[in-house]
């Protein structure tokens, strides 16, 4: 793992370089879906103390396993499943709808803890990618900012998978533009959106061209991912 984080902050590194930004304004998620605890620790143990699951029921799960840990939800949440996630300090980066922010808001304001969250946008207008679309976005943003137990942090995205022979990065970065031209457009009304999650393995360069201050890194830290969650149960 400390050879694949280096080279992973070599990238980070040089395309900060390329574009007149520190390397500091970047945080690095660790993307340990599928990956047992023991990977998950060892990532923070080498410094990479932001880690993040797709899934609430692995993301809970393996909480109490990986201390020092802060904890992203980079998947889908169903409203069922709110419940489970307030109080853990987990930013969601995943709301991508009005009643997904009612049931956040209620929750939260239930236990009275905020609730930390950014708004995902289906930038690319993917049918299989969840986020709201980005007409829609304003509304959006004006009704999460006035919720009094969420504090709405920035944009997220994930951009189609690149045709077939086109080079990822090339085909994400205007997918990335487009997310920053929104952040940009709104933060005179909303100066809380100081959070553009945005890039992966295959195109943190082009994300941090763009302007990203955290990138979601799995693959490249971790290689390929199990084909299914891990459980509790599994050997640890
Ligand atoms: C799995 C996942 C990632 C990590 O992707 P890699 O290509 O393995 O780096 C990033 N973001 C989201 C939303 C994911 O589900």
């Known amino acids: 793992m400390q050879a694949a984080l280096d080279q992973v902050r070599r990238r980070l590194d040089v395309a900060c370089q390329r574009v007149g930004r520190s390397p500091h304004e970047v945080t690095l998620v660790a993307v340990t879906k599928t990956h047992p605890p023991r990977l998950a620790r060892a990532a923070v143990a080498a410094g990479v103390v932001d880690l993040g699951e797709n899934r609430v029921q692995e993301l809970t799960a393996k909480i109490g396993h990986v201390p020092g840990a802060r904890w992203h939800l980079i998947g889908p949440l169903q409203r069922n499943k709110v419940r489970d996630l307030i109080g853990r300090e987990v930013l969601v980066h995943t709301v ?141």
């Open 96 to 236: 991508d709808r009005a009643s997904l922010v009612d049931a956040l808001d209620r929750r939260a304001a239930a236990v009275g803890a905020v609730q930390r969250v950014l708004i995902q946008v289906n930038v690319g207008r993917d049918p299989a990618k969840a986020g709201c679309d980005l007409t829609e976005l304003d509304a959006l943003v004006s009704y999460a900012a006035a919720r009094g137990n969420l504090a709405l942090e920035g944009l997220m995205t994930m951009p189609p998978l690149p045709p077939p022979g086109v080079d990822p990065a090339t085909a994400a970065q205007p997918h990335f533009a487009a997310l920053r031209a929104a952040r940009d457009r709104l933060v005179p009304a909303y100066p809380q959106l100081t959070t553009l999650s945005m890039g992966m393995s295959a195109d943190l360069e082009a994300a941090v061209a763009e302007g990203a201050t955290m990138v979601r890194i799995g693959t490249a830290l971790f290689g390929p991912r199990g084909d299914g969650p891990w459980r509790a149960e599994e050997a640890r």
